[in-house]
């Protein structure tokens, strides 16, 4: 029932930002945390950002304050802001919201070039 839709994600050099966007639609009762895992060439997800209903946000190790995630309550959107992006950040960025159950978006490629 629910449906997890990104956007956002794209190729930028080296320094530059972008912006990732996600929304969930359907039956999205009780969300409780919403955020971003990547998909790097290792074998597991890993925390990108997170950010719950009562707004405690968690950033992946790697992040060093780079990144801003921000929610839309009103239309269950997630943004993640990514600035002085590096090659390192390179990846499948997925979408994720969690209530009882957890629902993944179909990922977004984030290339950063040199």
């Known amino acids: 029932q629910v449906q997890v839709v990104e956007s956002g994600g794209g190729l930028v050099q080296a320094g530059g930002s972008l912006r990732l966007s996600c929304t969930a639609s359907?039956?999205?009762?009780?969300?409780?945390?919403m955020g971003w895992y990547r998909q790097a060439p290792g074998p597991e997800r890993e925390l990108v950002a997170t950010?719950?209903?009562?707004?405690?946000?968690q950033y992946g190790d790697f992040v060093n304050g780079r990144f801003i995630i921000s929610r839309d309550g009103a239309k269950n959107t997630v943004n993640l802001e990514m600035n002085n992006l590096e090659p390192g950040d390179t990846g499948v960025y997925y979408c994720?919201?969690?209530?009882?159950?957890?629902?993944w978006g179909q990922g977004t490629q984030v290339n950063v070039s040199s």
């Open positions: 994720h919201f969690r209530n009882w159950r957890e629902y």
């Open positions: 359907g039956d999205t009762v009780c969300i409780s945390r």
């Open positions: 950010i719950a209903t009562t707004d405690v946000i």
